[in-house]
């Protein structure tokens, strides 16, 4: 599978942003994509996954209630919908296989996009 994140940019803390990832590759049902970042100085951190089968979801601690992971199958495209930025969401963000059942497990991973978070 082959993934191409796209949408980050430049945001005003308390403001939003909506991050998507273009899938190809055969048998896509099979997968769960998601998200992790990595901040300059940081580890690598868990965001969000969606299972493309069913719609199941996860979340990383930092994000719940303020994140929301979404997929449009008919377009192999999965949306990361980031309201409420603080300045520690400033991060590269890829878009990355996942598993909704183990946190913290990411697979293939495309280029990253860089979202900033800054008055």
């Known amino acids: 599978v082959q993934l191409q994140a796209s949408g980050g940019g430049l945001v005003q803390p308390g403001g939003s942003l909506t991050l998507s990832c273009a899938a190809s590759g055969s048998s896509l049902d099979n997968y769960a994509i998601g998200w992790f970042r990595r901040a300059p100085g940081k580890e690598r951190e868990g965001v969000s996954c969606?299972?493309?089968?069913?719609?199941?979801?996860r979340y990383g601690d930092a994000v719940k209630g303020r994140f929301t992971i979404s997929r449009d199958n008919a377009k192999n495209t999965v949306y990361l919908r980031m309201n409420s930025l603080k300045p520690e969401d400033t991060a590269v963000y890829y878009c990355?296989?996942?598993?909704?059942?183990?946190?913290?497990?990411?697979?293939?991973w495309g280029q990253g996009t860089l979202v900033t978070v800054s008055s």
């Open positions: 990355a296989t996942c598993s909704v059942l183990i946190a913290g497990y990411f697979g293939t």
């Open positions: 969606i299972s493309l089968s069913d719609g199941s979801t």
